[in-house]
């Protein structure tokens, strides 16, 4: 079984579209996170939730809104896609705030 | 802000050589935590240092904190082209729930 699980691993799009990308982690944690790692492998905090609640925010475009309906999923879901939003993002979850976190395989974004 | 710089940048070794990697920062960490990630992957917990001055040892890897515990470094001995991938280093931040990332060694063991 995976650990962390997002879905999908590539995702193709046109400029303009809205697309999603789900999260699940079946490790009974209490902290999730988005991160974007961009071409420099770059791994840059997003969001972060703790119980369901949104304790981090870093400077991200308002087209990204992240959604959380219970502990195991944090979902990603991003509004007019532009060109400089390809990347991959990792969803990852720790135990507890910035502690050992585990990451799912990506979802490599790829706007057109 | 808080960073964490890693030294070097890429790293480009035959096998059964020995190499060191560098975490570095003008903060003090509660913890750092090494992962290694593979092309295609996602990062993977190494270790967790917690204590300055600690050494950790994984089979030919060896971690350790300094005594400030602003820095940290990972040595490998002998290495194999299996260790090939990015090194990350990993902090908590200031901010609850920031786990802060370097940019990593990207290091290729040929053959």
């Known amino acids: 079984d995976t650990a962390v699980s997002q879905t999908p691993k590539y995702l193709v799009t046109q400029m303009g579209n809205d697309k999603s990308i789900k999260c699940e982690q079946n490790?009974?944690?209490?902290?999730m996170y988005w991160y974007k790692q961009d071409s420099k492998k770059f791994l840059k905090i997003m969001f972060s939730y703790n119980n369901k609640e949104l304790i981090i925010n870093e400077t991200v475009p308002n087209r990204f809104s992240p959604k959380s309906p219970d502990k195991a999923h944090l979902n990603l879901h991003i509004n007019s896609l532009e060109l400089g939003d390809s990347a991959v993002y990792f969803c990852a979850s720790s135990q507890r705030p910035a502690t050992e976190a585990f990451f799912g395989q990506g979802t490599r974004l790829t706007v057109v | 802000t808080q960073l964490l710089e890693q030294s070097p940048q890429f790293l480009s070794i035959q096998e059964g050589e020995n190499l060191t990697v560098y975490c570095n920062s003008s903060?003090?960490?509660?913890?750092l935590q090494w992962y290694r990630q593979e092309p295609g992957e996602g990062p993977v917990l190494l270790v967790t240092v917690v204590t300055g001055g600690e050494v950790k040892k994984l089979k030919r890897l060896t971690f350790q904190f300094g005594d400030a515990r602003k820095d940290s470094s990972l040595h490998i001995t002998a290495a194999q082209p299996g260790d090939t991938g990015l090194y990350l280093c990993a902090g908590k931040g200031r901010s609850q729930g920031n786990l802060i990332f370097g940019k990593g060694t990207k290091l290729s063991v040929k053959p």
């Open positions: 490790l009974g944690h209490d902290t």
């Open positions: 903060s003090v960490f509660s913890s």
